[in-house]
């Protein structure tokens, strides 16, 4: 399963972050699909996910200000975060689960003042 991400860059304090990720070649329904991120100082941590019934898991430090949505039959997701602040900085990854756990490439993600 090849991942594909798109969105990310620098974002203004307050403001909304838009990442799409999307498994072109996969003519699998994906079972979960999601967004992890990961910072120097800490893991990689859930950002949020969504299996392919629109079943959804956020993480602690964005629940509430994070949609995840799913388009099941192209394997792609959608994912808006508002409100966005300095902490939200981060590499964000694109993961899919399919019998194992596959990484896209990260993309930066900069909120900055």
């Known amino acids: 399963v090849q991942l594909q991400a798109s969105g990310g860059g620098l974002v203004q304090v307050g403001g909304s972050l838009n990442l799409s990720c999307t498994a072109p070649?996969?003519?699998?329904?994906?079972?979960?699909m999601g967004w992890y991120r990961q910072t120097p100082a800490y893991q990689r941590e859930l950002v949020a996910t969504?299996?392919?019934?629109?079943?959804?898991n956020y993480g602690r430090s964005v629940r509430g200000r994070c949609t995840i949505s799913r388009d099941t039959a192209n394997n792609t997701i959608y994912m808006q975060m508002n409100s966005l602040k300095p902490e939200d900085t981060a590499v964000y990854f694109c993961?899919?689960?399919?019998?194992?756990?596959?990484w896209g490439k990260g993309t930066q993600v900069t909120v900055s003042s």
């Open positions: 969504i299996s392919s019934n629109g079943s959804t």
């Open positions: 993961n899919a689960f399919f019998k194992r756990t596959y």
């Open positions: 070649t996969s003519s699998i329904s994906i079972p979960v």
